[in-house]
């Protein structure tokens, strides 16, 4: 997904990376220490981390804290983990990729349902095709993601999904709008 937002850019030159990874299992201690090794090679000179994971990110963010750059360096992470949202409340987190589990939940139901009345995935309301990275033909159904910044972090309190009080840990009241 992100290729398809940067490729051009990076193609053109206009991005560069200067270091992507594979962080086995997720782990945001590998993250971490990954962060940190491409921080040094670059010598801190780092304007971005696109981030694949929330906890990831948590790693990444720990490894710029530690150079005085958290904050500085804007920071992506997805899953909506009530850590995260607490990092982009402070502003170590730029943005955190949320997906709405009442809508997955919705979705899923009524997937269900339609396979009942005929089992063919591509006959589901809603599924499109669908290629893999290793060539394999699926039906999906795709819902939009939301990207939650502190401009909106008041849909993921709406929601339900997270609390004030934990949201807002350590964020100076009135800084952010979801934090009163």
């Known amino acids: 997904g992100a290729e398809k937002v940067i490729g051009e850019a990076v193609a053109a030159g206009d991005i560069t990376i200067v270091g992507e990874d594979y962080t086995d299992n997720w782990d945001p201690a590998n993250a971490q220490a990954t962060m940190e090794g491409f921080l040094t090679a670059e010598n801190n000179a780092i304007d971005v981390a696109l981030v694949q994971n929330d906890g ?23 899953d909506g983990d009530q850590a995260a949202l607490n990092r982009v409340a402070l502003g ?8 709405d589990a009442r809508a997955l939940g919705t979705a899923a139901g009524e997937a269900a349902i339609g396979l009942c009345a005929n089992p063919d995935p591509a006959a589901v309301a809603g599924a499109a095709p669908f290629t893999t990275p290793g060539g394999n033909e699926l039906s999906s159904i795709f819902l939009e993601p939301i990207p939650i910044t502190q401009d909106n972090l008041d849909l993921v309190v709406d929601a339900e999904w997270i609390s004030t009080e ?15």
Not at 56 to 78: C, D, F, R
Not at 166 to 180: K, M, N, T
């Open 56 to 78: 990831m990110a948590g790693g990444v963010i720990a490894a710029l804290e530690a150079q005085g750059l958290a904050g500085q360096v804007p920071v992506s992470g997805q």
């Open 92 to 99: 170590t987190q730029s943005v955190d990729v949320w997906k």
């Open 166 to 180: 934990d949201l807002c840990q350590g964020v100076e009241a009135g800084s952010v709008a979801a934090c009163p």
